[in-house]
């Protein structure tokens, strides 16, 4: 969504107006067809659907086991496939309908695509009945990282940490994102 101000001075939103409850519980449907054939094909119970003007641009299901890709989750399968498809890197304007509440690495995906809107039909307590952290990743996300049980994350700034920035930075030609 984005805010514009008139020239005199009234806020007037430029959000497209969002669609109706029957067509977004269609594009869900879809997702949650494609989650469910998913499974028989060897894949996880996740599908995702990304819709732009009422178009299908891309699904995506999740490809955990089969790809041996812990991040081939369906939201971020979907998202690859729709940047290709669209010859970009960012989906403002677009939806992503997805069978599941994202987890965390998917909610970021989906930020760093810079999608419209995210609408989900499970939540992440299905999931945890299916077995999958979702829940117990956003808890543990809520919590200082010196508390977690797993996957110890370590700090150790070095003189030249910065570099990096410096270089992006001082770089005339990079593209922005
Ligand atoms: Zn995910």
Not at 78 to 84: G, L, P, Q, T, V
Not at 156 to 167: G, K, Q, T, V
């Amino acid at each position: 969504m984005s805010i514009v101000v008139d020239p005199v001075g009234a806020a007037v939103s430029t959000e497209v107006p969002r669609p109706s409850a029957e067509v977004d519980a269609r594009w869900l449907r879809r997702a949650v067809g494609l989650a469910t054939a998913n499974v028989a094909d060897g894949g996880g119970p996740f599908g995702a659907v990304v819709v732009a003007g009422g178009v299908e641009v891309a699904v995506g299901q999740n490809r955990v086991t089969r790809d041996l890709d812990p991040t081939a989750h369906a939201e971020v399968q979907a998202i690859r496939a729709a940047c290709r498809a669209a010859g970009t890197f960012t989906l403002d304007g677009m939806t992503l309908y997805t069978s599941c509440e994202p987890c965390p690495l998917c909610l970021a995906a989906c930020l760093w695509a810079r999608l419209d809107r995210v609408v989900f039909s499970a939540d992440r307590h299905d999931a945890s009945r299916g077995g999958f952290d979702d829940s117990a990743f956003y808890e543990l996300f809520g919590r200082d990282r010196g508390t977690w049980d797993r996957t110890r994350v370590d700090e150790l700034r070095l003189p030249e940490s910065a570099l990096p920035f410096d270089a992006w930075l001082t770089h005339a030609a990079r593209t922005d994102y």
